[in-house]
Every structure is written in C-alpha cells, then in structure tokens.
C-alpha cells in the first residue's frame, strides 16, 4: 500500500523530530538533562514567578500529567526544582525554578541555540519565519 501525501509529509516530521533530539542529546547531556528537562526549565523559567502547576506545565511540555511527575521527580533530586503547596488549596502543588535550575537552564541554552542554529541553516530566515507559521497552525 502506498502511503498517500499527508502520511508522507508526517513521516518526515517524525524523522525530523528524531534528527532534532539526537542533535539535542548530547549538548544537553552535559548539564545532566535531556530534551524534555529543557523543556520544563524554559516553560519555568518564562513563568510568572518562575512557577506553574503541575497540570500546566504538564501541557506546556506535552506530558500527561504522570509522566510530568515522573521526570520532575530527579530534577527534584537534584535540586533544579523544587515542589510548593498553595496555601488556599491543599490540593494544588507547583513547580518551582530553583537557582541551580535557572543556572543550568541559563547554560544548557547557549548549546540548545548552538544545535537550533545549525539545524536551520539550510534555510534562509524568511523560510524559518514562514516555516514557524506553519507549525504554529499545527499547534
């Protein structure tokens, strides 16, 4: 059976999706974090406060809410974040960005924006520009 356009064109994103995290790894692997670690520290760090709850920074990075606790909880060890009560609900915990986390996020972005730039400079910034559209009206 032959695979029809659109199946074709998500194959090549998911193959692009795999060059970008390979490219990704072992920059990242220096600080003691991954891809999605990253992740977490950008949404966190761009957060007023520097903290969300648990379900949005779930969303924020594309985890179920399980799986953003199963990777919060070394990050947590190793003190790049630190879990809080909110003090009108018991229920609710968040997420905070320690220092050590904003230092390493800080750190790890210089290689992050190294690895982006190499990764996109076979295409001219107007074709980045229209390419983020695009992904934009994926999201």
Known sequence: MVTPPHGELLIQLTNLQSRIQG???RP??????????YLILRSLKSA??????????AQAVGLS????????????????VEKDH?????????VVLT?????????ASTSF???AES?????????????AGLVNALL
């Not at 990242?28 to 670690?37: A, D, K, N």
């Not at 220092?99 to 750190?107: H, I």
């Open 23 to 25: 490219q990704l790894s």
């Open 28 to 37: 990242l692997s220096l600080y003691g974090i991954g891809l999605t670690e």
């Open 48 to 57: 007023p406060a520097h903290r969300m709850r648990r379900i949005d920074l």
């Open 65 to 80: 809410a399980s799986g953003v606790t199963r990777v919060l909880n070394p990050m947590e060890k190793i003190g790049l």
């Open 86 to 94: 909110v003090e009108r609900d018991a229920r609710v915990r968040l």
């Open 99 to 107: 220092e050590a986390g904003t230092r390493v996020f800080d750190e």
């Open 113 to 115: 924006n190294q690895v």
């Open 119 to 131: 990764l996109l400079k076979p295409i001219s910034p107007e074709q980045q520009k229209a390419l």
